[in-house]
């Protein structure tokens, strides 16, 4: 595996801005997971890495050398895309099979049938080797999609929304796997996804994007108790982080305009009165929908809460986060 560097890339479309001078690293070994929503420049990062496209600036090493003008093939990088493609006139196995059939990797038949079975444990299709890549269902296909990819040992794994398509079980104990699998392996790997589970879960290092700008780059928890700004503390975090005008408590910082509150990071019992709209009930966690003022607010509470929409309770916040005007941290 290996250590990947984005120093200064760019890439547009036409009019359209895909990456503006993206500085990252991508340490050797790690988890980095890509948030942003559509458009913010996740799906061209992964392609430029690749080299599926080529920057209009900047440059990209991986493993300390510029892959500047070398092919796919040559820079030993292996991708899942979020459309699974499979060959559709072979087999699971044979799919599976052929990144290892490569006559650049000349990997040993015994070593190829190991690697496939191996994989297709790991994910659940074991049974459906023989069968062929048309006569599965979507998720299946995806499996098998994310198989290709694991039975290399490339230097870095690319990775674009690879669990999307996948039932809520399967997902879970995909997400699982796969950082076990990374782990065990020491594996480089660059993940793009919208899940803020996967993100939390799975990272050990996030990267923000908004509008083709890396915004901020840092472990899970750092994104989470630290964003430099309101659109980065949106990114992480379920329920999402509650924004409010600060005069709604009082004891602000100059220059706050926002106050943000985690759901967490709610006291109750003293302070402003608020109005119970709806008690949402989840096994491990009940949620109370609060109205304070003309304001919406939802927080966390226990989960054997005796309180019942219109009830009033006081609540004050707890580590608050403040932010400016135009959306910047206030430290």
Do not use: W
């Not at 292996?78 to 990144?99: C, E, G, I, K, W």
């Not at 408590?249 to 100059?254: D, E, I, Q, S």
């Amino acid at each position: 595996m290996a250590e990947v560097v984005l120093n200064n890339v760019s890439k547009s479309f036409g009019a359209d801005v895909a990456l503006q001078n993206v500085t990252m690293t991508i340490p050797d070994g790690a988890f980095v997971v890509l948030l942003g929503p559509t458009g913010a420049g996740k799906t061209t990062t992964l392609r430029l890495i690749s080299g599926l496209e080529k920057p209009d600036s900047g440059d990209i090493s991986i493993g300390g050398v510029s892959v500047k003008g070398q092919t796919p093939a040559m820079r030993d990088v292996a991708m899942v895309f979020q459309q699974y493609s499979l060959y559709p006139h072979l087999t699971v196995r044979d799919n599976l099979a052929f990144p290892l059939r490569s006559p650049i990797l000349q990997t040993p038949k015994d070593e190829i049938t190991r690697k496939v079975a191996e994989v297709a444990e790991v994910l659940q299709i074991s049974h459906k080797l023989d069968n062929k890549a048309t006569a599965l269902s979507g998720g299946e296909m995806q499996r098998v999609s994310i198989g290709r990819a694991l039975v290399r040992n490339p230097q870095i794994y690319l990775m674009d929304e690879p669990l999307s398509s996948l039932d809520a079980k399967l997902r879970t104990d995909l997400r699982v796997e796969l950082k076990r699998i990374q782990a065990g392996l020491g594996a480089t790997m660059l993940y793009v996804t919208h899940d803020q589970i996967e993100a939390m879960t799975m990272a050990t290092h996030v990267g923000v994007l908004d509008k083709g700008r890396l915004v901020q780059f840092g472990s899970p928890r750092e994104i989470y108790e630290n964003p430099v700004s309101i659109y980065v503390a949106s990114r992480l975090g379920i329920p999402r982080i509650n924004l409010l005008p600060v005069d709604l408590f009082g004891n602000a910082p100059f220059g706050a305009a926002t106050i943000g509150l985690r759901p967490e990071h709610i006291h109750q019992g003293d302070g402003q009165d608020c109005v119970v709209q709806r008690v949402e009930h989840l096994g491990d966690q009940t949620r109370l929908h609060l109205k304070l003022k003309d304001h919406d607010i939802l927080t966390v509470t226990d989960v054997h809460t005796k309180l019942r929409p219109k009830d009033t309770i006081a609540i004050r916040p707890k580590n608050p986060l403040f932010f400016d005007a135009d959306g910047a941290r206030i430290t």
